[in-house]
């Protein structure tokens, strides 16, 4: 296991699901896992849906809520957005890395001020550096010719450079990148699958474990537990591997 900060948290605290739904079907969700799961993750489909009443309505049944919202704006606007977000009680934010260092400082002080008004920790702020749907052939295309995780790796650096709290990544991105930020930084880990699970439209893939063992301080899982015929029972599963 890679040295890291949250080593000592139970585990199961560090698993985040995802609610990639309409909000009938994740507060049925929620109701499910009330009680064992600490995190789900709140992603564009469901905020756009519903907006900022669906992070209250997990806040209000007990959940800690990662706003995976992806800002990318000039630094005036990320700043407002960090700081809205983190006033709906979002626990943890996400934002392009693209948008250069001082978008993500702005993004840092939004959240710090929101928390300075509300009382309590500033939201966790999550660093996107380049999408998994990206290879290199749609990098090129854009004009960046490093290879997929020297960019990774070139704007991990940034968010860590301006302050955010880590990034989102791959878990075969993870391991380079607990060496890289440090035992105190936040590296999430999505494309997570249980031994024997239906990869679905994930390729790179890690089981929980592993993603853990290779750096990760917290894990998103969705369909496996979302689409499961008894989410709590497969969220059960997924602890007792670990
Ligand atoms: O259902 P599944 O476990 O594949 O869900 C993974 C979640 O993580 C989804 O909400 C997806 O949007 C998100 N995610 C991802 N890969 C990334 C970034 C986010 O799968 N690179």
Known sequence: MLESAFASTNPADRIIVALDCGREEAMELAEALRGKSKWVKVGMTLYYACGPSIVAAFKQRGFNVFLDLKLHDIPFQIEGA????????????????LGGAEMLKGAQRGVERAAQERG????????ITVLTSMDQASLNQIGIDRAPAEQVKLLAGVAQDAGISGVVASP???SMLRELLGPRAYIVTPGVRPAGADKGDQSRVATPAQAFENGASHIVIGRPITKAEDPAAAFDAIVSEL
């Open 172 to 174: 075969q991105e993870a």
């Open 120 to 127: 309590g920790e500033a939201a966790v702020t999550l660093g």
């Open 82 to 97: 960090a700081y809205s977000a983190a006033m709906t009680g979002a626990d943890m934010i996400t934002m392009h890395t």
